[in-house]
């Protein structure tokens, strides 16, 4: 259920143990079915968020035009004649995983879902169909076209498709639950090729099982997600001295916790370290999803003596906009526990113990970001046919904790991993000594070594189990498909 750290040199290695008479068996059958959608001389690519993915080079990259394509894809390389290890696949969608192998492969067949990009919005405008290759920014500044909104990422260069699969955490989370639960209908391409519509009312246990269970039942081809009204809304960046860290961490506390926790309210507390300098930042990302300047729900961040505090009224789609950087190699790590401005102080010493003097060949920089996630977000799942995260509104407020790192020297990788690992374990047993440790991990945010699939509760992974059993009887997507965490 773990997904297995990748390092290009490992990856090469496993890929020289292939034949490349198997590759070009399963690339030529591809190209003989699919024609010039399938390039069989790929490169290096740099529309990936990690290096440890654009350094991946696939034997052929297959690029649908359309649903059937990709279900001509899948069927082609499931059948039994294409039982090769040539044949292994990894899909594409935005990109912005940063674990090798999640969304590409070294040596076998990349499915990039790019040109599956087309946003329509519903006669009703109740409702708007995304393909499976659009990013956030093109369905946000669509629907702002009709002052409307879905609940999505908040960086606009991640990919639709694996936000919602993962679960999903959006600027409307409060207002509206899990990005996933948004989800009216899925059209996905099952193990066997078959094409499927998935809703509520059609395959209801894969509808559930695809709101939060990742990419372990099929390749989804579009998603019609809900819509709602929503105009311009307001952004508050506030940066902060660290001698100010305790009491920012109040401040946050004091909405995090609130029991009348506003549903309009999206929030961060965010602390970056570069090694180089050796030197902390903290920044307060507090937006407000109505066009109110300061509302008072931040006066208390507001009152921290700050270095800068900036604040607009700008577009969803203004504020979620990326301008795009080569990748780099990237480390993610996370946990949830209970809100506690206690427990955060002591992460935070823990983390500047654990990272302070680490400084690897090439730097690194470090981020913690801090996120709400309020009851009232979790009580909006049961309505819309539920989601298999295991988390409820009867447990109460908490945080969501993501721990990063970002570095250019891919030399200094399995250091790093160590180090990560470490700075995770030390901030886990703060958690565990403050008591306020959940079990819950935000697939989305995992690192590759813990198990998020199994934090959603034994009865949820037993239903998971049981939905791949049903719908994948041979596991082609345990088996074949390269990335994502599995279910076994």
């Known amino acids: 259920m773990r997904l297995a750290e990748s390092s290009t040199a490992t990856a090469l290695a496993a890929a020289a143990a292939v034949s490349a008479a198997s590759y070009e068996t399963c690339c030529t059958r591809l190209a003989s ?18 290096i440890q993915e654009s350094s991946l080079v696939p ?7 359309s649903a059937q394509d990709v279900s001509k894809a899948v069927t082609i390389l499931t059948s039994s004649q294409s039982r090769v290890p040539g044949c292994q696949f990894a899909v594409k969608g935005g990109g912005h995983t940063p674990a090798g192998g999640a969304a590409n492969i070294q040596g076998g067949v990349t499915i990039d879902m790019k040109y599956l990009n087309t946003t329509v919005l519903s ?29 999505g990422g908040r960086n606009g260069g991640v990919g639709v498709g694996g936000l919602l699969l993962g679960g999903g955490i959006s600027h409307f989370s409060p207002r509206v639950g899990w990005a996933c639960d948004g989800v009216v209908e899925f059209e996905v391409v099952l193990a066997n090729g078959t094409l499927a519509t998935v809703s509520a ?54 909405i995090a916790a609130s029991p009348n926790f506003d549903p309009y309210v999206s929030l961060q507390a965010d602390l970056l370290f570069s090694s180089a300098a050796k030197a902390w930042s903290v920044t307060g990302s507090a937006s407000y999803t109505k066009p109110v300047l300061h509302p008072a729900v931040f006066s208390g961040l507001e009152a921290v003596p700050s270095i800068s505090n ?34 955060m102080l002591g992460i935070f010493n823990a983390l ?66 160590r180090k990560g690992r470490d700075a995770f374990t030390a901030v886990k047993t703060v958690a565990e000594q403050k008591g306020v440790l959940r079990k819950f991990e935000y697939l989305n945010y995992a690192g590759p070594h813990q198990t998020p699939l199994a934090s959603y509760g034994a009865d949820n992974l037993n239903f998971l189990r049981q939905i791949s059993k049903k719908y994948d009887p041979t596991g082609v997507f345990q088996s074949k498909v390269s990335g994502g965490f599995k279910l076994w």
């Open 123 to 151: 006669k009703d405008k109740a409702s708007v169909a995304v393909g499976a290759g659009a990013v956030w920014n093109d369905v946000f500044g669509y629907l702002g076209n009709f002052n409307l909104a879905a609940a």
């Open 201 to 254: 009312t059609s395959h209801p246990d894969l509808y559930r099982a695809l709101k939060g269970g990742g990419n372990n039942f099929g390749v989804v081809t579009r998603y019609e997600l809900a819509t709602f009204a929503q105009g311009n809304m307001s952004v508050n960046t506030i940066s902060y001295d660290v001698s100010q860290v305790g009491a920012v961490f109040d401040a946050f506390t004091d």
């Open 352 to 417: 500047n113990e654990s990272i302070y003097n680490f400084n690897p060949a090439g730097g690194i920089t470090w981020s913690f970001a801090f996120e709400p996630l309020p009851s009232v977000m979790l009580s909006h799942s049961a309505a819309t046919g539920g989601n298999v995260l295991g988390v409820e509104s009867k447990d109460g407020n908490g945080v969501i904790l993501l721990i990063s790192a970002l570095w250019p020297n891919s030399t200094s990788n399995d250091s790093i991993y």
């Open 33 to 50: 079915a699919l024609g010039d959608i399938v390039t069989t001389t790929p490169f290096a690519a740099t529309d990936y968020f990690s």
């Open 310 to 343: 900036t604040s607009e009224i700008t577009a969803v789609a203004a504020l979620a906009a990326e301008a795009p950087t080569p990748p780099l190699n990237w480390f993610f790590a996370t946990l949830t526990f209970g809100t506690s401005s206690e427990a």
């Open 59 to 65: 034997a052929c990259i297959v690029r649908p035009r």
